[in-house]
């Protein structure tokens, strides 16, 4: 396995964690890239700028040991067309510059979402399943995936699609963390008093089908991929369905409050409004973060809250080629992250 070296881009978020700790206790030897100076992980990172090719030559040598590349980076922007161009862009220097080290390079893997599907339109085909046809471009995913099939074709190097859907794990600073936004929501429902209300419309909390993927379960696919070259698309959930107003009792309950109703708000006005408070929750609770941002932001959970058509993934095909892990329940995955986020002192 000594020679088996990821390189992983995108550590610090949420699915860059579990692939990490995934790939860690898979024996696997890791280099992180990022632009940040410093990694959350013990494994030698590599700073550099994505979106520069000249940042990116400056650790050729580091590069040409690398066997496989995980990536989960990931620059938003309101413009498709912008987002698109600046993450092809970073995709494409990386491995030009992986391959240009002379590298033997055999495998790619990179994670898309439900956005490769139109979930941030409001509205996909579902059960999605993988070769259902794009929406209208621009899509950065489909510049990531296009550009791989063609160095694919052209060198033999395999790619792999991951495709999860609202991933729960841990992370800092990530704007897409539900799994914590649930945690700093339900914490200051209790601190104020407040039944936890769904902060989405009536339609999303009692009749839409969402499903969700647990970070680990992600990870576990990465290895899967990696080990067994299992190339293309696949989509990666929990493996269940599940309406919120079946979960949200469950969660209401374990942070000891009444269930209450479907009240749309916009929860990044209202965490806004709140940050004094949770910082003055944090300190008297010694919590690690008294910056509400940095652990979740409201505007994931503005989007999510207030889908009102059903946005599930089909995952028979990754089940079909043998990935087994997809089987577990996702009210039981959202109350373990509380768990863990409690634990690690996130909240009270």
Known sequence: MHNRHVLLVGASGVVGFAAHDAFHHAGWRITTLGRSPQSPHASPHLSADLSSAEDLSKHRQAFESVTHIFYAALRQDPNPGVEADINALMFENLIEAVRSAGSALQHIIFVQGGKVYGAHLGVYRTPAREEDSRHFPPNLYFRHEDYARKVGDETGIGWTALRPDIVIGHSFGSPMNL??????????????????????????????????????????????????????????????????????????????????????????????????????????????????????????????????????????????????????????????????????????
């Open 179 to 348: 799994g914590n936004l649930i945690g700093v929501y339900g914490t200051l429902c209790r601190e104020t008093g407040t039944a936890l209300h769904f902060p989405g419309p009536d339609d999303a909390w009692r009749n839409t089908l969402v499903n969700i993927t647990d970070s680990r379960i992600l990870g576990q696919s990465a290895i899967w991929a990696a080990e067994n070259g299992k190339y293309g698309a696949f989509n990666i959930t929990n493996g269940d369905v599940f309406r919120w107003s079946h979960v949200w009792p469950k969660l209401a309950d374990w942070f000891g409050v009444p269930v209450g109703e479907a009240q749309p708000i916009s929860l990044s006005e209202r965490l806004s409004a709140l940050k004094p408070l949770w910082a003055s929750i944090a300190d008297k609770a010694q919590l690690k973060e008294r910056d509400i941002d940095r652990l979740a932001l409201g505007g994931f959970g503005d989007f999510i809250f207030h889908v009102e058509k059903d946005a599930i993934f089909d995952v028979t095909k990754a089940r079909q080629e043998g990935f087994d892990a997809m089987i577990k329940r996702s009210d039981e995955v959202l109350i373990e992250h509380l768990d863990a986020m409690r634990s690690s002192r996130l909240i009270p």
